[in-house]
């Protein structure tokens, strides 16, 4: 299995909402990682797991609040969400050897926050 | 700190025609190097790396791209393109050591009839 998966695939959420992003890899990858991506941007990291330890956050706001319980698992809990945060959201994973990173990606979660 | 500069934000090509999208990165570390491709509503999908060894990476689609260590750069080209090629290319470097990627801007790659 060489796959990342991520559900839902779109999500449309009020600001006063709170929902969950599900990430899922079955590779033995022990990074991954969420990706905020804009239309015609590049993605842009927001936090990074290795070995199911929150590494970097990348100055994010409280708002979005990372959770990996497991090796296979990571999640992205919303909350209190702004219009400005819609935008795809994607999920990614890597062996966690730091001399050899190949991320693999998911399709990513469409988010909507009206 | 490091950064990748993808000068063409759009390259429109005919069916068929080659088609070469540039990429140069700055870092004072070696790196590894990446081309990412991104399709309409899709995530990214690792089109070929450079890691070490032979400056010429290809991937099983014709693509192909060059380490050029003097020039700091890893131009993506392909001899001949498809309709299908239509999408989003980033170029990407990581720190030999470090975990995460810094992106270029993208590229959109438009290949018309």
């Known amino acids: 299995d060489t796959e990342v998966t991520q559900t839902p695939k779109h999500l449309v959420m009020g600001m006063t909402n709170k929902k969950s992003l599900k990430c899922e890899q079955h590779?033995?990858?022990?990074?991954m990682y969420w990706y905020k991506q804009k239309a015609k941007k590049p993605p842009e990291l927001m936090f990074v797991?290795?070995?199911?330890?929150?590494?970097i956050n990348e100055s994010v706001p409280s708002r979005f609040s990372p959770e990996c319980p497991n090796s296979s698992l990571l999640n992205l809990h919303l909350h209190a969400l702004q219009p400005e945060d819609s935008a795809l959201y994607l999920c990614?994973?890597?062996?966690?050897?730091?001399?050899?990173?190949?991320?693999?990606f998911g399709p990513g979660t469409r988010l909507t926050v009206l | 700190a490091q950064s990748v500069t993808q000068l063409d934000s759009q390259v429109p090509v005919f069916e068929e025609a080659p088609v070469e999208l540039r990429c140069n990165y700055s870092?004072?570390?070696?790196?590894?190097l990446f081309w990412y491709v991104q399709y309409p509503n899709q995530g990214l999908q690792l089109l070929l790396k450079?890691?070490?060894?032979?400056?010429l990476v290809k991937s099983i689609n014709g693509f192909e791209a060059e380490f050029n260590k003097s020039q700091t750069s890893f131009h993506l080209r392909k001899p001949s393109v498809h309709i299908s090629d239509t999408a989003e290319y980033f170029c990407?470097?990581?720190?030999?050591?470090?975990?995460?990627?810094?992106f270029g801007k993208g590229t959109m790659l438009l290949v018309s009839p």
């Open positions: 797991y290795s070995y199911e330890k929150l590494s």
């Open positions: 870092s004072s570390v070696s790196v590894y």
């Open positions: 590779m033995g990858h022990r990074a």
């Open positions: 450079y890691l070490s060894g032979s400056t």
């Open positions: 990407a470097v990581s720190d030999q050591g470090y975990s995460t990627l810094t």
């Open positions: 990614a994973s890597s062996q966690g050897d730091t001399t050899y990173n190949e991320q693999f």
